[in-house]
């Protein structure tokens, strides 16, 4: 009914940056709101950012200053641009929205996850 596809993952040196996307696409009315989290070997998945439908947004202590999170409502996509990376970003990123189905069923949807890798 609701399909999430993640994209934008890879290997970057330590100071670069990558952008991740996630486009949702099925049968929607409403998400809101969209978030990113990641999960390092070891560790538990932790919330990265969020984005609600009035364009508010949060993040991580760890990320603040380098990390943005935006929306393409008219494409169902959430992004998520990682700046000045660092070793201990690396971990899978995953989206999570809070859908709303046309026959106003309310879901929480997960990506299939990318894995970012920071690494010289």
């Known amino acids: 009914q609701v399909e999430l596809v993640e994209s934008g993952g890879g290997l970057v040196q330590p100071g670069g940056s990558l952008r991740l996307s996630c486009a949702a696409s099925?049968?929607?009315?409403?998400?809101?709101?969209m978030a990113w989290y990641r999960q390092s070997p070891g560790k538990e998945r932790e919330l990265v950012a969020t984005?609600?439908?009035?364009?508010?947004?949060s993040y991580a202590d760890s990320v603040k200053g380098r990390f943005t999170i935006s929306r393409d409502i008219a494409k169902n996509t959430v992004y998520l641009q990682m700046n000045s990376l660092k070793p201990e970003d690396t971990a899978v990123y995953y989206c999570n929205l809070q859908i709303t189905t046309t026959s106003l069923r309310a879901l929480a949807v997960w990506g299939q996850g990318t894995l970012v890798t920071v690494s010289s």
């Open positions: 984005i609600w439908s009035g364009g508010s947004t």
């Open positions: 099925g049968s929607i009315f409403r998400i809101n709101p």
